[in-house]
């Protein structure tokens, strides 16, 4: 499984930095996916790093605000968002798979239990 953590209240205009572990296998091997879900609202797929941290790709504007990365030395993978808006307000998601071939969540072979982020002062 992986594990996302990180996430909290924050401010507008504040930042956090989320981050992704693997439990029972190595991420390194793995490209990696974040994706957010508001209530009420369909999970968001948001940005995938292909196994080897060479490629990245947004799925949605944030790319501005927001930057995916890896490290295969500690196999962590991390969603840096700054910037923050209330409308960032979601629970977020990491999930691995071989390649970065989309966004459909259920394709995703490890998928986490979320981490909640909340902006608002």
């Known amino acids: 499984q992986v594990v996302e953590s990180g996430g909290g209240l924050v401010q507008p205009g504040g930042s956090l930095k989320l981050s992704c572990a693997a439990s029972?296998?190595?991420?390194?091997?793995?490209?990696v996916a974040w994706f957010r879900q508001v209530p009420g609202k369909e999970r968001e797929g948001m940005s995938c790093i292909t196994a080897s941290g060479g490629h990245t790709n947004y799925a949605t504007s944030e790319k501005a605000r927001f930057t995916i990365s890896r490290d295969n030395i500690v196999d962590m993978v991390y969603l840096q968002m700054n910037n923050l808006k209330p409308e960032d307000t979601a629970v977020y998601y990491c999930?691995?798979?071989?390649?970065?071939?989309?966004?459909?969540?259920?394709?995703?072979?490890?998928r986490g239990q979320g981490t909640q982020v909340t902006v608002s002062s």
């Open positions: 029972g296998f190595t991420l390194g091997n793995y490209a």
């Open positions: 999930a691995a798979t071989a390649y970065c071939l989309g966004y459909i969540w259920d394709r995703y072979d490890y």
